[in-house]
């Protein structure tokens, strides 16, 4: 049976009139999927606030975390200059060190040229200083060398060539050896006081006198008694050091310093300072 458009009409004035039977009138012409699906608006509703709020609370999150990235940049971008300042810092100390390296180097140099200028004058004025003494013995030799011998003369380079050569010829010395006796810095002939026989003095002269002082008078006195001639070895200045002192004693040499004569220690007897041990 057709069902017309008055009673539909009255349908829903029934229907209006009793809100009541509109649940059950939905529960007779929907489905349950569809009687349901209000409910299940709701509920997506729901869970769309609930994932509207958690993408709130993400971005949100989000946002914290792009502030806190933020920030980490800034402080890494100041960490970065910093650390190229404290780069540039220690280029300009390394180079600083560097210039100072050099100052210091040339500085050392300048200090190593300057020790060697001041020993080579202090070698040089040492030098002069022996041979302006060396002339004031022998000039003064007379004077100086009185507490050994008398009649003192200053032996000349002719009597030297002289007395050289006729060893050389009798092969008493070889050429090596004249030259080395050539070399003394002052040889003397005299009377011995003790005795006033004829002696010979070979003499070696410095500022301050050393052991190798000594033992090239030695040395060279012993070249001088080799070809018959009385020889004794002194050594001259105006300070005779202490190893050079003991040398000297130990080795016969006689010491003149400041006018002042130091015989040599005599073997089995008392260091007896009378000049007549020459």
Same mark, same amino acid.
């Given at each position: 049976?057709?069902? /017309?458009?008055?009673?539909?009409?009255?349908? !829903?004035?029934?229907?209006? +009139?009793?809100?009541?039977?509109?649940? +059950?009138?939905?529960? *007779?012409?929907?489905?349950?999927?569809?009687?349901?699906?209000? +409910?299940?608006? %709701?509920?997506?509703?729901?869970? &769309? $606030?609930?994932?509207?709020? &958690?993408?709130? @609370?993400?971005?949100?999150?989000?946002?914290?975390?792009?502030?806190?990235?933020? /920030?980490?940049?800034?402080?890494?971008?100041?960490?970065?200059?910093?650390?190229? %300042?404290?780069?540039?810092?220690?280029?300009?100390?390394?180079?600083?060190?560097?210039?100072?390296? &050099?100052?210091?180097?040339?500085? /050392?140099?300048?200090?190593?040229?300057?020790?060697?200028?001041?020993?080579?004058?202090?070698?040089?004025?040492?030098?002069?200083?022996?041979?302006?003494?060396?002339?004031?013995? %022998?000039?003064?030799?007379?004077?100086?060398?009185?507490?050994?011998?008398?009649?003192? $003369?200053?032996?000349?380079?002719?009597?030297?060539?002289?007395?050289?050569?006729?060893?050389?010829? &009798?092969?008493?010395?070889?050429?090596?050896?004249?030259?080395?006796?050539?070399?003394?810095? *002052?040889?003397? %002939?005299?009377?011995?006081?003790?005795?006033?026989?004829?002696?010979?003095?070979?003499?070696? !002269?410095?500022?301050?006198?050393?052991?190798?002082?000594?033992?090239?008078?030695?040395?060279? @006195?012993?070249? =001088?008694?080799?070809?018959?001639?009385?020889?004794?070895?002194?050594?001259?200045?105006?300070?005779?050091?202490?190893?050079?002192?003991?040398?000297?004693? =130990?080795?016969?040499?006689?010491?003149? /310093?400041?006018?002042?004569?130091?015989?040599?220690?005599?073997?089995?007897?008392?260091?007896?300072?009378?000049?007549?041990?020459?």
């Amino acid at each position: 049976m057709a069902f /017309t458009v008055e009673e539909f009409r009255d349908l !829903v004035r029934i229907l209006e +009139e009793h809100p009541e039977w509109r649940a +059950e009138l939905r529960r *007779l012409v929907l489905t349950d999927e569809i009687l349901t699906l209000p +409910e299940l608006v %709701r509920d997506l509703i729901q869970a &769309q $606030r609930r994932t509207e709020e &958690q993408v709130a @609370a993400l971005v949100e999150a989000q946002r914290h975390t792009e502030e806190r990235v933020t /920030t980490l940049e800034d402080r890494v971008a100041s960490l970065i200059e910093a650390q190229q %300042r404290t780069e540039a810092q220690l280029s300009a100390l390394v180079e600083a060190q560097q210039r100072t390296d &050099q100052q210091i180097a040339a500085l /050392t140099e300048a200090q190593l040229q300057t020790n060697y200028r001041l020993d080579t004058l202090t070698n040089d004025m040492a030098a002069v200083k022996g041979i302006v003494l060396e002339l004031q013995y %022998r000039d003064r030799a007379y004077a100086y060398f009185a507490p050994l011998i008398r009649r003192t $003369r200053v032996l000349s380079g002719d009597e030297l060539d002289a007395l050289l050569e006729g060893a050389i010829a &009798q092969g008493q010395l070889s050429e090596a050896e004249a030259d080395e006796l050539l070399l003394a810095d *002052l040889l003397l %002939r005299g009377r011995r006081r003790a005795d006033n026989s004829e002696v010979y003095l070979v003499v070696e !002269v410095s500022w301050k006198v050393d052991p190798y002082d000594v033992e090239r008078s030695v040395r060279r @006195a012993a070249l =001088m008694s080799r070809i018959g001639i009385p020889a004794v070895p002194v050594v001259a200045g105006k300070e005779v050091i202490a190893e050079a002192a003991n040398l000297a004693d =130990m080795l016969q040499v006689w010491q003149l /310093t400041n006018g002042q004569a130091i015989p040599p220690h005599q073997p089995g007897s008392a260091n007896d300072q009378s000049p007549n041990h020459a």
